[in-house]
């Protein structure tokens, strides 16, 4: 006796009708009932689960916009108006909302009137106010450049050794930062005071 090329199939060997047509014929027949029986049944809708997959998306409140430095009143004394010349915003005591960092002088036809850095906050109910002067104009410096990184305030600071410095020609740079701790603003000196 000559042994087929291809042995039996497992399957095959045990069950010798899985190999007979009648087999594919009834397992059909079986599957078209469980298709049309259930194509008869009716959920309960009180009862049904969702067929959505995604759950229901509920967007977030917008934060906040930071506090415009042009609607706020400045406790600076001009004898005209305070212009806004820089500005930064950043969440800088960590509760989530924007604040506004400003430098504000006195207009002027001409010269660089000093600077006074203001920040600005936005209560939940109420117009935006200053909360904290970070940089009184008492102290002559003009402001150059101002970030908000990392919850902390930078500015460059310009201003003069003696009064015989013309004032449109500034010969100290300072870099300044303030950061909250405390429940204050603490300023600190990355760099120390050079000239220009």
């Not at 001409?110 to 906050?121: E, Q």
């Not at 450049?145 to 500034?170: E, H, M």
């Amino acid at each position: 006796m000559q042994h087929p090329a291809v042995p039996e199939l497992a399957h095959t060997v045990d069950r010798p009708w899985a190999t007979r047509p009648i087999h594919w014929v009834a397992t059909a027949a079986a599957l078209a009932a469980v298709v049309a029986a259930s194509g008869f049944l009716k959920t309960d809708p009180a009862t049904a689960a969702p067929t959505d997959p995604k759950p229901e998306s509920r967007s977030a409140p917008a934060p906040a916009p930071a506090p415009d430095p042009a609607t706020v009143t400045y406790p600076l004394e001009c004898p005209a108006e305070s212009v806004v010349t820089e500005k930064a915003t950043g969440d800088l005591d960590g509760d989530g909302r924007p604040e506004t960092v400003a430098a504000v002088r006195c207009q002027a036809g001409s010269g660089s009137p000093p600077h006074a850095l203001y920040v600005i906050t936005r209560p939940r109910e109420g117009k935006p106010r200053v909360v904290a002067t970070l940089l009184d104009a008492k102290e002559r410096r003009t402001v150059s450049k101002l970030a908000v990184r990392g919850g902390a305030v930078t500015a460059t600071l310009l201003g003069y050794s003696s009064i015989d410095v013309p004032r449109y020609r500034p010969d100290l740079r300072d870099e300044a930062k303030w950061q909250w701790k405390n429940g204050a603003f603490t300023r600190s000196t990355p760099g120390e005071t050079r000239g220009v």
